[in-house]
């Protein structure tokens, strides 16, 4: 069976933590590197954010000499960059930014263009920053970042765990980092709608992480008790089972963005849409990558410190059990057959007998233990 | 609704379409945003003398200093023009203006508070139909008249005088101008002392002249013309008429033509010829309008203001000025002069003392009469007929006017409305491409559930609809980036439920059982997840401005209603779909389970029990 058609069936089982130990090694460099990269290059900031003016003018035939001609009048000329584009319906448009940030001189300025090239006032687009809103704008934004982790750690730690919590937020940090960084290797014009992008990032990352983290609460729960099974394994037995929601949602929700990206920003030229998407693509994909393998090990490293954790294993190893090997195996009846040398083998994927182990294992709904389910109010049992 | 989801269901269908309905049908919908429709926006913020950014401001400050410009926009006559603030920044936002140096000329100028003394109250300004009827009228009453093009009646009016002073001595200077132009309907406050100890005195003086200031104020609302040959008959004993043309000076069509007349001609002041020595023509409240003398001191002769309760329970507000000669002294000699009714400052009305206008920001807010001729800085009164809230918002303004703040454009940008409607339709047209693909990949892979998946979303996008409708909303190009990104949260809530309901079915329990536990499984992960997300939402909306907050509305707003949707939607028809005949077949929803598909009768509906307890 190809891995999808195993994966339809729920009968897929990724290897996680085996993956994860490369893939946190991995991480960590990567946010070395984009560390690095923010303090030696530095983010390409847009006017927004430094002060500046930005003139659209859409006009045929009116370009870059005939805007330098008009800037040269305010002597503003030093600095300017120009952007000829062409809109979906064949409109020429020249996209000026330069380094006037004051407010009035730039309103002079686009008036006088709007006259070089035959236009009404009001048809030249134009935005001019002062030298302080830009300062206020990145004030605003950090003072949102910490706000939303201080907020977003209690509410985890009060409706998962404290541990959890702060795994949510290492990887949400990891997210962040890497975008960030991969703005500043790359280049790319940093935006506030950049900003409003990296802020969703977070959102959606946690939002990824809260769904796995639930669902690997409620394993924990289901399973722990039994002191069969060590937290890895439970953690494994679960990504599992999210696995597909994982990437179903993330399917559904990028091909909304790829969209604003591929026909709102590249063939209709809108850049706010195509500087909003580039970056929610790249976190999106990253938020779901980090639930899986930043988020969950990290959790997994801390747990498995914790004397419960510590005396499962040692349990565990003393009946002869490879604690390694992290493969689910129905083990709430009899002792399983210990020694499955075979455990790192199993890192990819499963081969159909794997599968079929895996197949036969229970719901995660049933009981297993001595823990029965949470009584439901109101249920009508038919 | 467990019992019955197929009414939920219904119920929630009937629901979303009427308010739909309901809304389409009274033409309601959400307002475009400035980046979507053109315009120009600009962001203000305080600035100390320096010209540095402050945020030493109080917030009745800022609000006054918004209430201001927002009047100076109205003036301008911009559609649905919005004034806000955040924090200490103020956002003006002006669909379809397109002079971005005249707005910033209108919204960036400091407004200051004055004190001048009221030379004339003049009639209202007509426009539009009423002034065409009026001139109209004239042009009657000019032929009934006999008068030809060029004199007016106010030249009648002088003329006349002039020959009656000569032929009779008769001084009718002062009684024939009070009696032609309204009384000063504006007059309701008075100034008064309230001398310490003698607060019951004050009170009273003030309280038997407030009444006679309210008949004023009732007599001339409405049809001055109406009430004047009566006022001025005492006027003038009907003496022959002496001008070239032979009018009668109490003829009802002269008078009716000399108000006309001035209320045709008289014109305001443009904010910036108000300069501190000219005679300025400003609006008043209730529409009259003010003609004024030089400045006689700015609001940085005030201190404070308050307003207080009065023993007879009026409200007044009590003024509290500088000591020294650029406070109380110069207000003192100000009022001195109305005091005795001098010639800058002359009587209006038959109390015989002048009325002081105080003008914030070209606008007479209130011109009492001075009835004490010096002050004690802080045992000042003015009353008249405020309610509470006249008289907060006049402490209000004179608090305001002592301390003007001055704010400065700090981001200014103008959206061309064509290029607004290219962004807009640029992010429909890819919102509705992106559907279409994630509808289509649900479909390939739920197969029938992807129905309510779909359906989820037209829910949560109708009620969205309505709510953005009803609220007055607007969308801005961040919003819609917004609703996009929220597409997928939504499909979440259904994924997260369909693949918990997946999980059950392929691990034995039967569709029909497994929507009812798969679901309250799931949606205690989707009010978890949403929580954050709305967490998230929250905090930007909180701390950001402009398009980020936008944004964060509707990301906020689609969170909070895909958990509704959810509730009464996407587990209702899971349910209805469950328990049909199509729960028989696990493979229509996306669920591999060959051997239920071929033998239906195989799994009795018990199995479930076994399953579960």
Redesign the interface.
């Known amino acids: 069976m190809s891995r999808f058609s195993n994966a339809y069936r729920n009968k897929n089982d990724v290897d996680f933590p085996t993956w994860s130990r490369r893939t946190l090694v991995v991480s960590l460099l990567l946010v070395a590197v984009s560390g690095i990269a923010l303090v030696t290059q530095g983010l390409s900031l847009s006017i927004d954010f430094e002060g500046g003016s930005a003139w659209t003018v859409p006009a045929d035939g009116f370009d870059r000499a005939d805007a330098e001609a008009v800037l040269d009048q305010f002597e503003s000329a030093e600095g300017a960059r120009f952007q000829q584009a062409t809109t979906a319906d064949g409109d020429q448009i020249l996209r000026i930014s330069g380094q006037v940030d004051d407010i009035a001189l730039g309103a002079e300025v686009g008036e006088a263009l709007a006259a070089a090239a035959g236009l009404e006032p009001g048809d030249v687009e134009v935005t001019t920053i002062g030298p302080s809103w830009g300062a206020d704008i990145t004030r605003q934004a950090l003072q949102s970042l910490i706000w939303f982790i201080v907020l977003i750690g209690a509410y985890l730690a009060w409706r998962l765990e404290p541990k959890m919590a702060l795994a949510a937020l290492a990887a949400v940090v990891h997210d962040l980092t890497l975008t960030v960084g991969f703005y500043a290797i790359f280049q790319i014009e940093v935006t506030p709608a950049t900003v409003i992008a990296f802020l969703t990032i977070l959102g959606y990352s946690l939002y990824d992480t809260v769904v796995v983290f639930d669902r690997l609460r409620d394993g924990v729960i289901r399973y722990g008790k039994t002191g069969h099974y060590t937290y890895s394994t439970i953690m494994r037995r679960t990504l599992n089972l999210t696995l597909m929601r994982c990437v179903n949602t993330s399917i559904t929700t990028i091909l909304p963005i790829l969209s604003m990206l591929v026909v709102g920003g590249l063939l209709l030229d809108q850049p706010l849409l195509r500087d909003f998407s580039v970056a929610l693509i790249i976190g999106l994909l990253l938020g779901v990558y980090s639930s899986l393998f930043v988020a969950s090990p990290i959790v997994a490293m801390l747990k498995e410190r914790e004397p419960r954790w510590v005396d499962v294993r040692d349990r565990l190893k003393q009946r002869g059990n490879d604690v390694s090997d992290t493969r689910w195996v129905e083990r709430s009846n009899t002792p399983v057959p210990g020694g499955t040398t075979a455990a790192m083998a199993s890192r990819v994927q499963p081969t159909d007998g794997d599968a079929q182990t895996v197949g036969d294992a229970p719901p995660l709904s049933t009981t297993i233990g001595g823990h029965p389910p949470r009584p439901r109010k109101r249920r009508a049992k038919r | 609704m467990?019992?019955n989801p197929a009414r939920t269901l219904i119920g929630t269908t009937l629901v979303v379409l009427t308010l739909l309905v309901v809304t389409i049908a009274m033409d309601r919908d959400p307002q475009l945003g400035l980046?979507l429709q053109?315009g120009?926006s600009?962001?203000l913020?305080p600035v100390d003398d320096a010209g540095?950014?402050t945020t030493d401001v109080t917030t009745e400050q800022l609000d006054q200093a918004i209430e201001i410009i927002r009047r100076r926009v109205d003036a301008v006559g911009v559609a649905e023009p919005e004034v806000s603030r955040q924090g200490s920044?103020v956002t003006v936002q002006l669909p379809g203006?397109?002079?971005?140096?005249e707005v910033?000329e209108l919204v960036g100028r400091t407004a200051q508070l004055e004190f001048r003394p009221v030379l004339q109250i003049l009639p209202p300004i007509i426009t539009g139909e009423v002034r065409e009827e009026a001139e109209a009228r004239v042009a009657e009453l000019r032929g009934e008249l006999g008068l030809p093009d060029g004199v007016t009646a106010e030249d009648v009016l002088t003329e006349e005088q002039n020959l009656q002073t000569e032929a009779l001595g008769l001084d009718l200077d002062g009684g024939a101008l009070e009696g032609l132009v309204p009384g000063p309907s504006g007059d309701e406050a008075e100034l008064d002392m309230s001398p310490e100890g003698t607060d019951e005195e004050a009170a009273g003086i003030g309280g038997g002249r407030r009444s006679a200031a309210l008949r004023g104020q009732d007599a001339s609302d409405d049809d001055d013309a109406a009430q004047l040959p009566a006022e001025t008959d005492g006027a003038f004993e009907s003496p022959e008429p002496l001008n070239q043309f032979g009018i009668a000076l109490d003829d009802e069509r002269f008078i009716e033509l000399f108000q006309l007349e001035a209320q045709l001609t008289s014109e305001l002041t443009p904010l910036e010829d108000q300069t501190e020595d000219a005679e300025i023509v400003v609006p008043g409240e209730g529409g009259q309008v003010y003609r004024l003398g030089p400045r006689a001191l700015t609001g940085e002769a005030l201190e404070g203001a308050t307003a207080s309760l009065g023993e007879f329970g009026q409200w007044t507000v009590n003024p509290v000025f500088r000591p020294g000669p650029e406070g109380i002294d110069a207000f003192n000699a100000i009022a001195q002069q109305c005091y005795s009714g001098a010639p800058t400052c002359p009587a209006l009305s038959d109390t015989s003392r002048g009325l002081l206008g105080i003008v914030l920001d070209g606008e007479v807010i209130s011109a009492p009469s001075i009835n004490v001729d010096s002050f004690s800085r802080d045992q000042i009164q003015i009353s008249g007929s405020f309610t509470r809230e006249d008289a907060d918002a006049l402490a209000v303004a004179l608090r305001y006017g002592a301390l003007p703040i001055a704010l400065?454009?700090?981001?200014?940008?103008?959206?061309?409305?064509?290029?607004g409607a290219?962004?807009l339709?640029?992010?429909i047209?890819?919102?509705f491409?992106?559907?279409a693909?994630?509808a289509l990949?649900?479909f390939s892979?739920y197969r029938l559930l992807a129905l309510v998946a779909v359906g989820s979303l037209a829910v949560s996008a109708s009620f969205l609809w309505v709510i953005m409708s009803w609220l007055g909303a607007t969308v801005t190009?961040?919003g819609v980036?917004g609703i996009?990104?929220s597409?997928?949260?939504t499909?979440?809530s259904a994924?997260?439920y369909f693949?918990s309901l997946?999980?059950?079915v392929?691990?034995?329990?039967s569709v029909r059982a497994g929507v009812?536990?798969a679901f309250?499984?799931a949606y205690?992960?989707i009010v978890?997840?949403?929580?954050?997300?709305l967490?998230?939402?929250g905090?930007?909306y909180?701390?950001?401005?402009?398009?980020?907050r936008g944004?964060a509305f509707y990301?906020g707003a689609m969170t909070l209603l895909n958990l509704v949707a959810t509730y009464v939607f996407v587990y209702p028809a899971t349910a209805v779909i469950g328990r049909s005949r199509q729960g028989l077949h696990p493979r229509r929803l996306g669920i591999?389970l060959d051997e239920v598909a071929a033998s239906p009768g195989a799994r009795p509906?018990t199995a479930?029990?076994g399953?579960?307890s």
């Not at chain 2, 203006?97 to 140096?101: F, G, I, S």
């Not at chain 2, 392929?506 to 329990?509: I, Q, Y």
């Not at chain 2, 978890?528 to 997300?533: G, H, P, T």
């Open positions: 467990r019992k980046d053109g120009i600009v962001n913020q540095e950014v920044t203006a397109k002079d971005q140096q910033l400065e454009a700090q981001q200014a940008e103008t959206v061309s409305a064509t290029l290219g962004a339709r640029a992010g047209i890819s919102g491409i992106g559907l693909l994630a990949y649900l892979y190009l961040a980036v996009v990104v597409v997928g949260v499909v979440d994924v997260v693949e997946k999980e059950r392929l691990n034995g329990s009812d536990r309250d499984v205690a992960t978890k997840a949403n929580i954050s997300s967490i998230g939402a905090v930007l909180w701390l950001a401005v402009g398009p980020v944004f990301l591999p509906t479930d029990m399953a579960t």
